[in-house]
């Protein structure tokens, strides 16, 4: 026999090859077994909202230790959230339409993740995002338009509020969102009746798409001036959770195709 032969027909070359080739099927079977960590199992949109698994099942839950304390299961076992949307047609793969108020209903454009509602932390295990009236060590920039105090300007032209403080992330020396105060209205059929009460909502600095330091004014294209009133609220006025987060910045990114009909029209 030949060197390196075992037998007459399998040498050390070929079971190389078929370790190759069984390690290799496994690494795959492992691979996508562990993609499963992140939204599995699936729900059909279907009759009865199926469990969707496919082949390989999802793997057994792992606990990951956070580092400022508490820990996090991966696939996690939240159930599935209720979609706040109707279809159109009876058929799977159907447009479907928001119900109730098309900003708050988390669908389409303004679709978000249930992240924890923590703040998100720095190193040191402050929150990130903060406002400059306890993230003391930030300033504005004098060369730059301090929006503090600035008019709010809606899609429709109209007056949402003032600006009453800066938020900053303090991992990246950026301003994350505007504090708001907005003046909520009484109204009486589609007459104004005059203010009811003043509150503070966050703006995405993203969702600014002009801030005029010679006009003193900031507009904002995505949303009308009297859906600032509904912007998602704080539990805690001083600082904003993961998930409200995402809440707020779904709010004005479903205003993009929601806020006014007009926005629709080529879509019908």
């Not at 339409?97 to 669908?107: D, K, Q, S, Y």
């Not at 020396?173 to 009484?186: A, F, G, H, Q, S």
């Amino acid at each position: 026999m030949l060197r390196g032969a075992i037998t007459g027909y399998i040498d050390v070359a070929q079971l190389v090859l078929y370790a190759f080739w069984i390690f290799f099927a496994g690494l795959i079977f492992y691979l996508h077994r562990e993609d499963k960590r992140e939204g599995y199992p699936l729900v059909s949109d279907g009759k009865g909202r199926a469990i969707i698994e496919g082949f390989p099942p999802t793997p057994r839950p792992k606990i990951f230790h956070l580092p400022h304390g508490g820990t996090v299961m991966a696939p996690r076992a939240d159930a599935a959230q209720n979609v706040n949307a109707t279809p159109l047609m009876p058929w799977e793969g159907t447009p479907y339409e928001p119900i109730g108020n098309p900003l708050l209903a988390g669908v389409g454009p303004g679709a978000y993740a249930e992240r924890a509602d923590t703040p998100e932390l720095t190193f040191e295990g402050t929150p990130r995002v903060a406002p400059l009236r306890i993230a003391t060590d930030f300033a504005v920039d004098p060369e730059d338009p301090d929006p503090r105090g600035m008019i709010v300007i809606g899609a429709d032209g109209g007056r949402a509020g003032i600006v009453y403080d800066i938020w900053v992330d303090r991992t990246e020396p950026d301003i994350r969102y505007l504090e708001v105060e907005v003046t909520r209205r009484e109204t009486v059929g589609d007459e104004a009746a005059g203010d009811r009460e003043a509150r503070r909502v966050l703006l995405p600095i993203t969702f600014a798409s002009r801030i005029s330091g010679a006009r003193r004014e900031v507009r904002v294209n995505a949303i009308t001036a009297a859906q600032f009133a509904e912007v998602p609220p704080l539990a805690d006025p001083n600082r904003v959770t993961q998930r409200e987060e995402d809440r707020i910045a779904a709010y004005f990114a479903a205003g993009t195709l929601f806020a006014t009909p007009d926005r629709l029209g080529p879509l019908l």
